[in-house]
């Protein structure tokens, strides 16, 4: 109570020293909010097939359209407005992107943990499978499962799941392993607490540092895994275009010159990407106590 | 050994505790193939055998690495005995199965390191309350002032409750992880040098507060410490360990005048003495040599290395722990070749 400065306060100010992660963090948050409002700022609802003039298909930036507004990135082979298709893409992705995200941090920090834990068979099971899993390209496990499962929001957050636990499981695994000898679990031990109790009140929220990291690269990860998908014509049916989608629509079109189909959507993608990508490794160079100056 | 044994509160019956390492997957299959493997196991604690008297404290005595804190954990439930069995009235401390779980809450325990003992994500009175909010003690409307009486009682302020480990000092965490212990209304404390590290003021503190709570709560407690001083200070009786084994056990005062295993007499003489009115520097006597590895424990008696009166017999013969001249103080000693119990 002596100390004004709240943990998060303290990990902010050493943050805010890194310019590049402070304008990569906003970002993320400008296109996460526009993302969340695209229904409010988009100029079009680019599901809405009524509202697609195919007169006005393949147009390029700044082509005034019919309906009497500005296409400003142009227009893609279904007369689609491509500011408005990348905005409600973008929220497509962020969303699958996140909840993916969170289903594999539940499940593969509750494996990792309770292998660490119990040890034993129980710990060598749980491990070397995750490690047998490890060993497949991410990218080949989601094409099989999603080619099974069928398209749709939920068989791909769950093909994106199953392609990312494993990293997950492992870190918690390592993390928890060197928290299980710590005294304060031999203390839950000897009161006696449940082992429930223990990994989930004392072992998991020692070990979240190492987990945000994993956490934020794994969204990053599975936010390109989906577009990967998507352009493969394995992820979200062709209604609800997916960022993946809208590129893989307008590739047939990049030697003719309509590049932006492709283009502005690829460009959108690579820079939530990258942001994602460059906020997650202050963050890591922060809880890393190794790596702190 | 007659019938003036008092009954026993907890019983320790020829505990073991071996750790074992698991081998990992090549070693295991260089096993199958047939190539000798080397398990490295080490024998931490060797058949002991002691019992604790309802209200007494003993002390557990010896060097780093000699088992003491691993007998200490096993005693409290944390590892499972490798064999024999700890049990208090009549009731064993473990379960049995593949994975044991410990079956009471009357046998609590007090850890070496405050920094490392209490959950640093947990606030003080969470960490107080969850044990007995987990095992009925106290309703979860009546925890708050059941932390607060706990609080209270180790001398800390009742506003404690809200805070984290790291706002506190080593002496005053000391003070929480004893709350913890207490909260669960145990019949039996193991405290494993509770005091080893903290500062030399604090630790007077807090041999005090031991004092006060043993004697206001009738407490029974096992007192692990390789500090003689802070031993003899609170302890009714003392058991000396070496490598795994109890060498020597009886009461304090009697141990302290009249040691009668090499070892403990040994042990006895290392501690600097600073001797007032006179011109002479006393010098103390260390031990020859180093503890042997638990690895491998020697042969017969496990001192013998180190051992003045070692002779052909302690190589091969391992010496029973056994009454000695007065059996009735119930001073015994594992040695072929005692000492005559002079000062």
New interface residues.
Partial sequence: ???ASTPLARFWDEFRHNTVAVIALGVVIAISIMAIAAPLISPQNPYDLANLVLMDARRPPGFVGSKGFTHWLGTDAQGRDLLSAILYGLRISIQIGLIAGAIAFALGATLGAFAAF???RIEALIMRVIDLQLSFPAILLALVLAALLGQGKWPLIAALVTAQYAYFARTAHGAASAERS???V?????????AR?VVF??IL??CLPPLIVVATVQVANSIALEATLSFLGLGLPVTEPSLGMLIANGFQYMLSGRYWISIYPGVALIVLIVAINLVGDQVRDQLNPRLRR | MTTAQPAMLVEVEAVSKRFTP?LSLGDRLAALLGSPVETRTVHAVDRVSFGLEQGEVLGLVGESGCGKSTLG?VI???HPPSEGRASIAGETVMGDG??P??RT?R???V???PF???????RIGETIS??PL??GLVSRTDAPAYVARWLTAVGLPV?AA??FPH?FSGGQRQRV?IA?ALA?QPDVLVCDEPVASLDVSIQAQIINLFLKLRRELGLTMLFISHDLGVVRHLCDRVAIMYLGRIVEIGPAAEIFAAPRHPYTRALLDSVPKLVTGSDELVTFKPIQGELPSPLSPPPGCHFHQRCPRAEARCRSDAPQLAGGTDEGTGHRVSCHFPLAGEA
């Fill in positions: 109570m002596t100390e119990f040890g034993g710590k005294d304060y031999d203390a839950a031990l000897s009161t006696p607490l449940a109790r009140r004392h929220p020692n | 698991q954990r409290a439930g944390i593949r994975t779980l410990k809450t046998i609590q325990m850890f070496q390191d490392a003992s209490l959950d640093p994500r947990v969850e044990g987990a095992h506003e809200e805070r706002q992880a913890r669960m």
